[in-house]
């Protein structure tokens, strides 16, 4: 299987990294034709300005990372987002918050994305026991409009596999899942696709994304 850049996104959401660190990441990174670039909401705007002439897509989360806010507080974040210049947003979602009403808030949220197709929903999957997965699973299953799910942060691969494993089991064939897995290789990257991943989040794309491209 050959690894393609357009199915990889690149997190950076350490909040101690400095302006001046922040920019070396994004001018090293917009040489490569990957599909996002995910930094936290403080730093939308400063990615846009940097991104500005690439094809890559400026992600970012609301209500990151516990996801335990209102759906007001949800709906000024992501607006505020896409006015910032965020194509692709994640909001953070508790499994509560899905289970009982996640076509609801995905109905709000959705008309705020003001015509970008990015809008999906984040759950930390690392805090969840395997029973909250499964029912989670089964939740999900009933919610056709929610196109875009986003797992996990900096998950080890095992974990990466076994949530995988799970939601993918449940959802229709048209919903794209990201799992963000910690500094993967080649080869478990390859792993992870074939588990049914759409799209990986990673944390070391300044040391693999010169492997995939020499490869290409």
Partial sequence: MELELEKLSIMLLD?????????????FLKDFSIHSIFVLPCNVARAKQLLTET??????FTDFPLGG???AKKAFETGKLYREGASEVFVAMTPD???????QSYQ???????????????????????????QLTIDLAKMENIKFMSIGLDLSMKEALYD????????????????????????EMELLFQAGASRIGLSNG?????LISKWD
């Fill in 97 to 103: 918050q899905l289970t009982f009403g996640g076509h």
């Fill in 55 to 60: 094809r890559i897509r400026i992600g970012s």
């Fill in 206 to 210: 300044r040391e693999i994304l010169p």
């Fill in 164 to 187: 995988m494993s799970i939601f993918r089991s449940g959802a229709k064939n048209q919903r794209m899942f990201q799992v963000n897995v910690k500094a993967p290789t080649l080869l």
């Fill in 108 to 134: 709000t949220l959705a008309p705020l994305a003001f015509g970008h197709d990015g809008l999906g929903f984040f759950i930390d999957s690392s805090q969840l026991n395997e029973y909250q997965k499964q």
């Fill in 15 to 27: 909040p101690t990294l400095t302006d001046q660190q922040l920019t070396d990441e994004l001018l």
């Fill in 69 to 71: 806010g209102t759906l």
